[in-house]
């Protein structure tokens, strides 16, 4: 079996992460027998200062013959940061229709957690963000900014079919799982577009007698975070709210730079499109010490989403053994490289 795999490293470390994933990718296709074709595309910041804009014009209909996009991040602080999501991030996301965002937590082995008393046990959940609407539509307007009544506005976005589909996802994905959604909103405050995704998700909760429903605001979801991660399963949650939290979901793992996600097309009517949940990360770019592990990550997830699943066990087996041998960048205060890790990815994938 062939995989057409489009490859956008993006800017700053995805130029270094991204090659470090794919190099894990290859080895465990030539492990469990299927091919990997990739093409690259040097779309993003960098791009956008030489030509004008973050893609070709026929940027999507060239993604759309493909599989599935690998991709790392876009941004450079050189460049306006309000248009990296608009024409890129936010465009392929919405356009492919990868309504799902999904964002798993979980602590690896070796690695210490802030949450200095919870294990492997209790930082175990998956983030489901909503992903093609709520506060993130960019749908707004600034109004004569510069005089003394300036005022801006942007439109959040919830509509019956976007919480119908990713309540479906979220509650689905429950079943596999422990079998416990919590809906993470804050819709005692934005009570119209939060209050009807509340009623939305109620109604698909009702659907699944077998899956325990609980409903949080972000506020007090922040701090479970932090004080009982244990409490979380399958957290189901907006765009906004999803981006925020899977930072800290990060942060509670012990570094951003271990967070993989894919947008999803459950459909798989259009590609989904797979990237750790970090950004560019400009501050770190060029040393060879960025953590390729949420990259890496991605990886597996894109080919459980591809069908591979046993390929992606044995990815996920290798950053368990890698992280356990304290095989470690530097954000995780360690002293191994970027090309390490991969390596060290690679050795465990090729010695089973
Ligand atoms: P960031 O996620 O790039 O970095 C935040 C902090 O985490 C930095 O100190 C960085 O060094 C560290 N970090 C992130 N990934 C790491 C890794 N793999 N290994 C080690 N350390 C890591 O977020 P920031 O600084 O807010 O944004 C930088 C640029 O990235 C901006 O232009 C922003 O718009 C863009 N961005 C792009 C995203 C995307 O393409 N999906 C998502 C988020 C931000
Ligand atoms: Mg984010």
């Avoid at 493909?66 to 936010?90: H, R, S």
Wanted: no cysteine.
């Amino acid at each position: 079996k062939k995989y057409k795999i489009a490859v956008v490293n993006g800017d700053g470390i995805g130029n270094e992460i991204v090659p470090a994933g794919i190099s894990v990718l290859e080895t465990v296709a030539k492990k469990y027998d299927f091919e990997i074709e990739t093409q690259e595309f040097s779309w993003g910041a960098g791009y956008y200062l030489q030509h004008g804009e973050f893609m070709p014009e026929n940027g999507l209909e060239t993604l759309q013959s493909f599989d599935a996009i690998y991709f790392g991040a876009v941004g450079l602080p050189e460049v306006d940061d309000t248009l990296p999501a608009k024409d890129y991030t936010f465009k392929v996301r919405t356009e492919f229709q990868q309504y799902v965002n999904y964002r798993p937590v979980k602590l690896f082995s070796g690695i210490q957690s802030p949450l200095r008393d919870k294990t492997k046990k209790d930082i175990d959940f998956v983030i489901i963000r909503e992903n093609n609407e709520g506060e993130f539509v960019q749908n707004g307007k600034i109004m004569h900014p510069d005089t003394p009544n300036g005022l801006a506005i942007d439109t959040s976005i919830v509509t019956r079919k976007g919480v119908e589909r990713i309540a479906h996802f979220a509650f689905k994905l429950a079943r596999k799982r422990d079998k416990k959604v919590t809906n993470v909103t804050k819709s005692n405050t934005l009570i119209y577009s939060l209050g009807f995704w509340d009623q939305v998700m109620g109604e698909v909760a009702a659907q699944y007698p077998d899956v325990e429903y609980n409903k949080m605001y972000v506020d007090n979801a922040s701090a479970s975070f932090v004080l009982k991660p244990e409490v979380f399963d399958v957290i189901v949650t907006t765009n906004m709210i999803g981006d925020i939290l899977s930072d800290l979901g990060g942060a509670i793992m012990g570094s951003l730079g271990l967070g993989g996600s894919g947008n999803i097309n459950p459909e798989k009517e259009f590609p989904s499109m797979f990237e750790p949940i970090h950004g560019s990360a400009p501050d770190i770019a060029g040393q060879n010490t960025a953590n390729p592990i949420g990259q890496i990550w991605s990886a597996a997830i894109m080919l459980e989403h591809l069908g591979e699943t046993k390929a992606a066990q044995n990815i996920v087996a290798g950053i368990e053994h890698t992280t356990a041998k304290g095989n470690l960048t530097k954000d995780l205060r360690g002293t191994a490289t970027t090309k390490d890790v991969a390596t060290s990815v690679i050795s465990f994938i090729e010695s089973e």
